[in-house]
């Protein structure tokens, strides 16, 4: 079954005093409810990546972002063995730069949180093994195989960012 394309996009500030911080949200409602997540979602048929992340940060916090201020952070595709349909492919971006104040939508309470103490224990468990990185400015290429579970880690392969073509199972 092929993977359905996502994006998600993390907004990064610098505080006057103290670490770099990320913007994450807890999710509302549909897939992942209650746990804290990245901005973002489905790729439309007929969009980009990034015309797909522009429009997910705009509908899910307010927030204008602008494709132009965009950095490819890598790709993070996720295999739910046990519930197929629930594969996807995501795309990873990266912005220092917005419009804007982030604001609750139905979906999404937006909260910024420092990187160096990212809420991990309230995220899906594969964050810790990718968003660090990606929130460091590596570009990455990350496999994660769920348990039947379809909540736990069972394999995280990283694999060398370029050694496998942009998959793109659906749209562009």
């Known amino acids: 079954m092929p993977s359905t394309p ?3 996009c993390f907004l990064l500030r610098e505080p006057e005093a103290g670490s770099t911080e990320v913007l994450l949200g807890l999710k509302l409602t549909g897939f992942g409810a209650g746990k804290i997540v990245g901005i973002g979602g489905h790729v ?3 969009e980009s990546d990034a015309q797909a ?3 997910e940060v705009r509908e899910e916090t307010g927030l204008m ?3 132009e201020d965009l950095a490819d952070a890598g790709n993070v595709e996720f295999i739910f063995p046990a519930r197929p349909e629930w594969n ?3 795309r990873l971006f ?3 730069r917005w419009e804007g104040e982030p604001a609750e939508s139905t979906e999404i309470a937006p909260e910024w949180f420092a990187v160096d103490a990212l809420p991990l224990q309230r995220m899906w468990q594969d964050a ?3 968003l660090p990185p990606a929130l ?3 570009s990455i290429d990350v496999v994660v195989v769920l348990h039947a579970d379809n909540e736990t880690v069972a394999t995280v392969d990283r694999l060398p960012v370029g050694s496998r073509p942009r998959r793109r199972p659906t749209g562009n």
């Open 136 to 138: 460091a400015g590596e």
């Open 128 to 130: 810790e093994h990718w």
């Open 94 to 96: 990266t912005t220092r």
């Open 6 to 8: 996502v994006t998600l």
């Open 65 to 67: 972002v602008r494709q």
């Open 44 to 46: 439309e048929a007929g």
């Open 53 to 55: 992340v522009v429009r």
């Open 88 to 90: 996807m492919y995501c």
